[in-house]
């Protein structure tokens, strides 16, 4: 009943290797902004190539992209990240003397080889529209002030590394709020130390460096700023006023770090401004939605024509808000201690914001004031999140934001003590010695996704091993949060009011032909994902009195049919009176266009899992299904059905399967397909 995929490749490295060898790769230049550089990794010595300190910089610079392409899971990864990022990594210069980076990686992805994911039918290239504006990630380090040298090295490392992939970042610190309430000099004291001790590590990372802005949030005067009507976007009091102190700088490959403080219309003072707002207002900018704003001029005087003010357009492409905060991710309301891997914020903001509230709600766990409890956690993740939300509510939908912990940012899992300790970040930090640990910010800048499926259970996420590492590495679950806009989720009948159970043989039934659904775009998304064409009148006649429900993403780009079916021979009345109804999904479909993207096939199979069968659920696929990997991944046992080409799968905790077994198996050999091609499984 499902889906081709293509095949895995396991031999990535050498054939990457050897195509990084046979290729340079173009990176920004120092002195020409976005005019381009040849980087030799191997070839002719120059007399500066020949030295010790160049040789271990080609050295370095080749493992990185190694460990760059060994991450970008699928061809179609590499194929979308190019589309995005080559152009700025190419731009500037004659195209026709320099060859770009978009080529030379195109070169080196030819050999990685897709991996199975859950893909149906045909893959067809996305044609992803490009322009001139600049790629930029909105970085919030929060509380750097606790992070040693070390750790900040290995986050500026990364956000060094996203530079030479395409994406430049606007960092803003935020120092703590609590400082702020008791002594406003004393947090900017800390400001300042921070920011000098960022400026630093980032000029340690290579030219160009990172470039101080100061003057370029500016705070409205007069009337005081309405609330927001709607929940979604923010007010802000705040915008920018002097556009080149931003924009000019990027252009020219330089990584920003902008001050938290604004400058006040009215008596020209800066004050320390929020830094989430501050992020705010930069993606407001970025995004060309910065209204009713006056930009400086080129004089430095505010323009008050309103027949002059410029109208607001796109400056730069926000892809990522990245937030590197001590707590990591956002915690799992169904994982006690779990980080939630990946957000569909249409469907679980209200949930997982209700469940920190009651955390804030709660008595502190801990009565120590020098050691933070669950509320004033809960506090800052629910801050986090709304960050999150209202900033990704400027972007397009396929923006997305990322929460993270400095160590994971780093690429740093381990603590360790001694000498060494400069050398395991040294290895750890850049992602190059230890590729087994996929750096989130790399991974999500080439695939789009978590390095972990949001719906892998946690028994089958298994934690990084250090191989000759002398140091303890840390055992609990990933903690960085990937969040996007997302889809909402509609599920009939709705669990939340009306569980899903074995309905009385005669009581009423969801049919699909009701109102409620749209059958046309249930069809075209089955015949599309599936690449085969329905039995309509087949298939509606077959699940009429057995429908238990149907799970439907966004605008029918993804859903599932589920159904409660009965063993073979056991009539209605006794199946039910014995407890002998089946909760079998019947069809799970991703239109092509979605499917390896935007996570719609975890966002469909968690809604089932988690909230429509929570105790179990069996589906069958042909034995040769090159995604049965994928089902493995997800269930909790597979049996291969003798005599047929049918691989069976469950959900089903082991402790209820003791009578079930043989009647999961007896409904999986027995299903008839509804095709209109009539053709069988062997097929």
């Known amino acids: 009943m499902f889906v081709r995929v293509s095949h895995a490749s396991k031999r990535v490295t050498s054939a990457a290797q050897a195509s990084i060898r046979r290729d340079g790769l173009v990176l920004p230049a120092p002195e020409d902004g976005f005019q381009t550089r040849k980087v030799h990794l191997t070839g002719p010595r120059s007399s500066h190539a020949s030295s010790a300190e160049g040789k271990q910089k080609r050295e370095q610079d080749r493992q990185f992209l190694i460990s760059v392409l060994e991450s970008s899971a699928t061809k179609r990864d ?320 396929t923006s997305s934001a990322i929460i993270t912990s400095p160590t994971e940012a780093a690429n740093f899992r381990g603590s360790r003590t001694g000498h060494d300790r400069g050398r395991e970040i040294e290895l750890v930090a850049g992602g190059v010695k230890t590729r087994r640990w996929q750096n989130p910010l790399i991974h999500n800048l080439l695939t789009d996704r978590p390095i972990y499926s949001s719906s892998l259970p946690l028994g089958r996420i298994k934690s990084p091993k250090a191989q000759g590492a002398n140091f303890e590495v840390v055992p609990n679950m990933p903690t960085t949060t990937l969040a996007k806009k997302g889809l909402p989720v509609t599920i009939f009948p709705d669990p939340r009011t009306q569980p899903w159970l074995p309905p009385k043989p005669g009581s009423p039934r969801l049919r699909l032909t009701d109102t409620c659904i749209d059958l046309p775009r249930l069809v075209h998304l089955i015949d599309d994902s599936f690449n085969r064409k329905l039995d309509v009148e087949h298939y509606l006649n077959r699940v009429k009195d057995s429908l238990a429900g149907i799970i439907i993403a966004g605008e029918y780009e993804g859903g599932a049919i589920l159904t409660w079916e009965r063993p073979f021979g056991v009539d209605e009345e006794t199946a039910f009176r014995e407890g002998r109804m089946v909760p079998y999904l019947d069809k799970f479909a991703v239109l092509k266009k979605s499917q390896g993207a935007g996570g719609v096939s975890d966002i469909v199979f968690n809604a089932m899992v988690r909230d429509c069968f929570p105790s179990g659920v069996c589906w069958r696929s042909r034995k040769n299904n090159p995604v049965n990997k994928w089902y493995f991944e997800r269930s909790r046992g597979v049996r291969k059905l003798p005599d047929s080409n049918w691989a069976m799968f469950w959900t089903t905790p082991e402790a209820a399967l003791d009578n079930r077994m043989m009647d999961y198996e007896d409904v999986c050999r027995n299903i008839e397909p509804s095709w209109a091609d009539k053709k069988k499984a062997a097929d």
């Open 78 to 397: 590499a194929k979308a990240y190019l589309q995005t990022f080559g152009p700025a990594l190419a731009r500037g210069g004659d195209a026709q003397k320099r060859p770009t980076s978009a080529g030379g990686l195109q070169d080196s992805t030819r050999a990685v080889s897709e991996k199975a994911q859950f893909v149906q039918g045909p893959q067809t290239e996305a044609n992803v529209a490009t322009d001139d504006k600049p790629h930029v990630a909105i970085v919030k380090l929060r509380e750097p002030q606790s992070w040693d040298d070390a750790l900040l090295d290995g986050v500026v490392r990364t956000l060094t590394q996203l530079r030479e992939l395409g994406l430049l970042s606007v960092i803003v610190l935020d120092c703590g709020a609590d400082q702020a309430e008791t002594s406003p000099e004393s947090l900017q004291k800390v400001v300042t130390q921070q920011t000098d001790r960022l400026l630093k590590a980032i000029g340690r990372h290579g030219y160009p460096a990172a470039q101080l802005v100061n003057s370029s949030i500016w705070k409205m005067a007069g009337t005081p700023l309405r609330e927001s009507q709607s929940p979604v976007v923010a007010s802000t009091d705040l915008f920018v006023g002097s556009e080149d102190t931003l924009i000019t700088p990027l252009r020219h490959g330089h990584l920003l770090v902008v001050s938290p403080r604004a400058c006040s219309e009215q008596d020209l003072k800066h004050t320390a401004a929020d830094p989430d707002t501050v992020v705010l207002t930069l993606a407001s900018f970025f995004a060309g939605l910065q209204h009713d704003r006056r930009l400086v001029g080129p004089e430095g005087m505010v323009d008050d024509d309103p027949g002059c003010q410029k109208r607001p357009v796109k400056k730069a492409s926000v892809d990522r808000i990245i937030v590197v905060d001590p707590l990591g991710g956002i915690p799992s309301p169904r994982q006690g201690h779990g980080t939630q891997v990946f957000i569909n914020l249409e469907q679980e903001f209200d949930p997982i914001q209700e469940a920190l509230h009651a955390k804030t709600s709660a008595q502190p766990t801990n009565p120590r004031p020098d050691i933070p409890g669950d509320r004033k956690s809960a506090q800052q993740h629910m801050e986090n999140l709304r960050l999150v939300r209202h900033t990704l509510a400027l972007l397009p939908s």
